[in-house]
T-cell receptor, first 112, second 115 residues
Framework: GQQLNQSPQSMFIQEGEDVSMNCTSS?????WLWYKQDPGEGPVLLIA?????ELTSNGRLTAQFGITRKDSFLNISASIPSDVGIYFC????????????FGQGTTLQVKP | DTEVTQTPKHLVMGMTNKKSLKCEQH?????MYWYKQKAKKPPELMFV???????INESVPSRFSPECPNSSLLNLHLHALQPEDSALYLC??????????????FGPGTRLTVL
């Protein structure tokens, strides 16, 4: 079945550093979604990507839809302590069922 | 209003109790979802409602019973749960199951503990 491989699994960085994480699949996706989840809260949608090659920014966040449609990247510039959380990539499952396939998540910790 | 709300925030129940989780959205979305999430894992889909009809049941045990009274409300009725059912239960909504836009918006979740 469809799977999303997300890396790295965790990151521990210094405040002010840039962060990069990615999501890959053996299947083609026509949408890539990036969510952030704070402890004890629901995931919050950060960026949605719909076209291969698309580069979209949301403040200090930038995400790209890979040209092969099999990968996506999320970059965070000048990290701050409130960037701490788990970042999930997601894409629609096959068959237009409404089901989302999620990556396993990247846990980000930021040292002030 | 771009929020999905969930009540209660926390719930502790015994294995013989009956309780319900509630979810509400006022974004005009026609698809609503229940997910179960264990610590440090991605959300796992349980149920999908599309236009108030159950369209997907991911082989969820019958002790979980979903209900969609109208297009804005989604309930999850719980009965005779097991301790392993303790988790964060998330509700989400999207424009529609067949929409070309797959963006799902999540509520804050209900933290369920089964004793």
């Amino acid at each position: 079945g469809q799977q999303l491989n997300q890396s790295p699994q965790s990151m521990f960085i210094q405040e002010g550093e840039d962060v990069s994480m990615n999501c890959t699949s053996s299947s083609i996706f026509n949408t890539w979604l990036w969510y952030k989840q704070d402890p004890g809260e629901g995931p919050v949608l950060l960026i949605a990507l719909y076209k291969a090659g698309e580069l979209t920014s949301n403040g200090r966040l930038t995400a790209q839809f890979g040209i092969t449609r099999k990968d996506s990247f999320l970059n965070i510039s000048a990290s701050i302590p409130s960037d701490v959380g788990i970042y999930f990539c997601a894409g629609p499952g096959s068959g237009n069922t409404g089901k989302l396939i999620f990556g396993q998540g990247t846990t980000l910790q930021v040292k002030p | 209003d771009t929020e999905v709300t969930q009540t209660p925030k926390h719930l502790v129940m015994g294995m013989t109790n009956k309780k319900s989780l509630k979810c509400e959205q006022h974004m005009g979305h026609r698809a609503m979802y229940w997910y179960k999430q264990k610590a440090k894992k991605p959300p796992e889909l349980m149920f999908v409602y599309s236009y108030e009809k159950l369209s997907i049941n991911e082989s969820v045990p019958s002790r979980f019973s979903p209900e969609c009274p109208n297009s804005s409300l989604l309930n999850l009725h719980l009965h005779a749960l097991q301790p392993e059912d303790s988790a964060l239960y998330l509700c989400a909504s999207s424009q529609g199951r067949y929409s070309s836009y797959n963006e799902q918006f999540f509520g804050p979740g209900t933290r369920l503990t089964v004793l």
